[in-house]
């Protein structure tokens, strides 16, 4: 019967077509049809950034209006007249009407972390083009809908997680492999994270002084936030913002300093040391001493960076000074990872255009926060087109770089050799020329001994933002602190993943232990709370300190893992979601999720398909393994880029392990898909009314505005009901 | 930061202070969301809901409640997405 209510939805008349309103959208499809033109016809000379950042505007805006409306009014069937979760359970705390507009805001930091500034800059090696493509037609045709229409599905079930909903909708083995999956993306992830913040702050003083100085400034916050101005968050984040900016600062007098610079020039291995130490002992740590304050200073400085980074981009202008596409897109020899633009670029950049990780946020604080149902079009799609966003300026970043010392940054230590010289040799094999002077000059302006083989994505960007910042604030004299700022800006994010994501792994591991011996799932049981999140550090540890010694490059070898595993939980969404539509008799309308579901399933099968079964050991791990195998079996003692016997052995455990998850990994897909299709047949069998476990309709009371900024008619409304006093939303909107 | 700042030319229909209070109350607006995505406002939500569920109760102390609203996160992580 939820089901049959849902189809007596409220539609609003859609907004009137006047000439004004034609003639806007009009000029929008210009100014997006132009800009495409130059970013996709342009060959052999340099384009401004700015057409990137035009086309990428123009598709979100005629997506969002059109193509998002069509999913809310049309597919989800929106229901205004139907009170929210948040109305009808309104407990004060997690379930609370929230103004739409902080939703978006707490949403959209929820979402958005270092993962659009990694992804794009990595898959640059293939030119912009691609990257551009993928990232704009993504967010737009899967990422965004994905986000949103779990967002609508939880919300109708009072914000029940995905991994429940697979269980209830799909079955317990659906439930199961979305658990499994949950757990493997999260090791993975946080495995790789850690290991862009090892690679950016090896060996560099500046950055690992400011770094190190964020711990106590968090403890410092956390002790303020609680015992001399309780609930002043603000006030609280300016002065870490202010000390977070005289930690950067100070990290250059350390840098100039003999004695300090030594003291703060860490080797990869230490680094990798203390941030194990560090992840367990935050992650036992009670919120308030760290995270959470580092939680309110990332969520500042996220906001601040990506404003300051678009208005930057608009007033440096900045010429794109890497090729559209390069030969890697076809020939899949690229430096940076293995494999060619299909499917490697598509798990490459996950977060910004797709990414199954927001699935989790989608159902799980938000929708219990959302005061309208009209309002999931502006949350669920609106902050993941911002997140698109963000990844277009990631790319942007890297590509206004000049393309040798792109790749200089991003080649495994093992082919670019110790010196200048040797990586300008390397890079030259590549087919693009850089000059061990300008290699050398580069690691000058920014003050860092060395800029060869920086991988992880975070030091390219943050080499990139130092141009464009500088070129608007500074100057030349400044590239130095805005480099280490933007270092320090995605480090600061990693950590408040690696602290917050432990902390979600030890949850569900004692919420599965659980079930097996009871006092584990009590949360504050210590030695319970001791062994599960030193099992999960342990876990994302491994694959961290196996990555960071892999003699073929932690992430050339482990990102394509990463970005498996998160498209795996896009499939577990989007099945979920599809599985729904079906079940509420939407048939008709399922294309919405199954073409992205399918292109996902695609990608994803033959990304792991590769990595385990092709016969280049470039890609495949396997191949990878028999030859390493094999010239240990010979008796030789080198080996491509293994100097010892050691380094060989190495590489053949790690490339096991790999090709062992990435099987996992196409083996759990293949499990979700087929038992969703079980459903969806028996769905259709029946006619396409099966019962979901939707919650009934009960009338809502509360009105407020759907979208961003009110309309002229929702405004008259909202003076209407202020002056009969009826319920409104939140006092922000008075 | 709420305060407005000065009202510039006359328009048309409002005249300088009808127009100097729209911006003011505009900004005002503005300033509650971002305390509101910063998390501020957490207090004087639980103030509002408590009067309304249960009027003729005490509510909790700011101190209290604060403490109360932090420590939450110690049993309740919250997704974050990298």
């Given amino acids: 019967m939820a089901t049959r209510t849902a189809r007596t939805g409220s539609s609003p008349t859609p907004p009137k077509w006047t000439p004004a309103r034609i003639l806007v959208w009009a000029a929008v499809a210009v100014v997006g049809a132009v800009a495409w033109s130059v970013v996709g016809l342009s060959r052999g000379e340099e384009i401004s950034a700015a057409w990137l950042i035009f086309a990428a505007v123009a598709s979100y805006a005629i997506a969002y209006r059109f193509y998002a409306r069509f999913i809310t009014y049309r597919v989800l069937r929106v229901d205004d007249t139907r009170a929210t979760p948040a109305e009808r359970i309104d407990n004060g705390a997690d379930f609370t009407p929230t103004d739409r507009r902080v939703l978006f805001g707490h949403h959209f930091a929820a979402i958005a972390g270092a993962g659009p500034l990694v992804g794009p800059v990595l898959a640059a090696q293939m030119g912009y083009l691609p990257g551009t493509l993928w990232i704009i037609l993504g967010v737009i045709f899967a990422g965004a809908v994905q986000d949103m229409v779990v967002l609508f599905f939880s919300m109708r079930r009072n914000g029940k997680s995905l991994g429940q909903m697979a269980r209830e909708e799909i079955g317990p083995v659906g439930g199961i492999a979305a658990l499994i999956a949950v757990l493997a993306i999260m090791v993975i992830l946080l495995a790789v994270l850690a290991m862009v913040v090892v690679n950016a702050l090896a060996e560099s003083p500046w950055g690992a002084f400011s770094l190190i100085m964020t711990i106590p400034i968090a403890l410092l916050m956390g002790f303020y936030l609680r015992y001399i101005r309780p609930g002043k968050v603000i006030e609280t984040s300016a002065i870490g913002v202010v000390l977070l900016l005289l930690a950067i600062i100070g990290g250059g007098w350390i840098n100039a300093n003999p004695t300090l610079h030594e003291m703060f020039l860490f080797s990869h291995n230490e680094l990798t040391f203390g941030l194990i130490v560090y992840g367990f002992v935050a992650s036992v740590l009670p919120v308030w001493m760290l995270l959470a304050p580092r939680d309110y200073l990332s969520t500042f400085m996220k906001v601040g960076v990506v404003v300051l980074l678009a208005v930057s981009i608009i007033f440096a202008w900045p010429s794109l000074r890497l090729p559209a596409v390069t030969e890697f897109a076809f020939n899949g020899q690229g430096p940076t990872f293995a494999g060619a633009l299909f499917p490697f670029l598509f798990i490459t950049i996950a977060c910004g255009a797709l990414s199954g990780f927001h699935a989790l946020v989608s159902s799980g604080t938000t929708p219990k926060l959302i005061e309208k149902e009209s309002q999931v079009r502006m949350i669920g799609y609106g902050s993941m087109l911002t997140e698109s966003f963000v990844a277009v300026m990631a790319l942007v970043a890297a590509c206004i770089l000049d393309p040798g010392v792109y790749f200089a940054m991003n080649m495994p230590a093992g082919v670019l050799g110790d010196t200048v010289q040797s990586a300008s040799a390397a890079v030259t094999q590549l087919g693009f020329s850089v000059t061990p002077e300008t290699l050398q000059q580069t690691a000058d302006a920014v003050e860092e001994n060395s800029i060869l083989s920086r991988t992880g994505g975070a030091p390219t960007f943050a080499m990139g933002a130092a141009h464009i910042f500088s070129a608007v604030f500074g100057g030349q004299a400044m590239m130095a602190f805005w480099y280490h700022f933007a270092i320090m800006f995605e480090a600061l994010f990693i950590l408040t993943t690696v602290d917050a994501g432990t902390r979600v792994g030890r949850f569900m591991l004692q919420d599965t232990l659980g079930n097996v011996y009871k006092p584990m799932r009590d949360v504050s049981w210590k030695p319970g709370l001791w062994l599960t999140s030193a099992l999960i550090v342990a876990g994302w540890g491994y694959f961290l300190w196996a990555g960071v010694n892999d003699p073929l490059g932690g992430i050339n070898q482990l990102f394509p893992l990463f970005g498996i595993a998160n498209q795996l939980l896009a499939a577990v969404a989007l099945a979920v979601a599809t599985t729904l539509l079906i079940k509420s008799g939407r048939a008709k309308y399922a294309w919405i999720t199954i073409i992205p579901l399918a292109w996902d399933a695609v990608v994803t099968l033959t990304a792991s398909y590769q990595k385990v079964f092709s016969s280049d050991p470039a890609i495949g791990f396997f191949a990878q393994r028999a030859q390493y195998a094999e010239a240990l079996a010979d008796g030789e003692t080198s080996f491509g880029s293994a100097p010892d016997v050691e380094a060989m052995q190495k590489v053949v455990t790690n490339t096991t392990v790999d090709g062992v998850l990435s099987a996992l990994f196409a083996v759990l897909i293949i499990i979700i898909l087929a038992d969703a299709c079980r459903v969806w047949i028996k769905a259709l069998r029946a006619g396409g009314d099966l019962p979901t476990t939707e919650e009934p309709h009960t009338p809502s009371k509360l009105w407020a505005p759907s979208g961003l900024i009110a309309t002229r008619e929702e405004r008259e409304i909202m003076r209407e009901r202020a002056g009969s006093g009826a319920g409104g939303p939140g006092a922000a909107d008075s | ?82």
Avoid: K, N
Wanted: glycine share 14%; proline share 10%; hydrophobic share 25%.
């Fill in chain 2, 1 to 82: 930061m709420s305060g407005a700042p000065s009202g510039r030319a006359p328009s048309p229909e409002g005249g300088p202070t009808g127009l100097r209070a729209r911006l003011a109350a505009g900004l005002r607006d503005a300033w509650q969301v971002v305390r509101g995505i910063s998390g501020e406002r957490a207090y004087e939500i639980y103030l509002e809901h408590h009067t309304r569920v249960h009027p003729g109760t005490p509510p909790m102390g700011e101190r209290e409640f604060w403490r109360r609203h932090i420590d939450r996160g110690d049993t309740d992580p919250g997704s974050r997405c990298c």
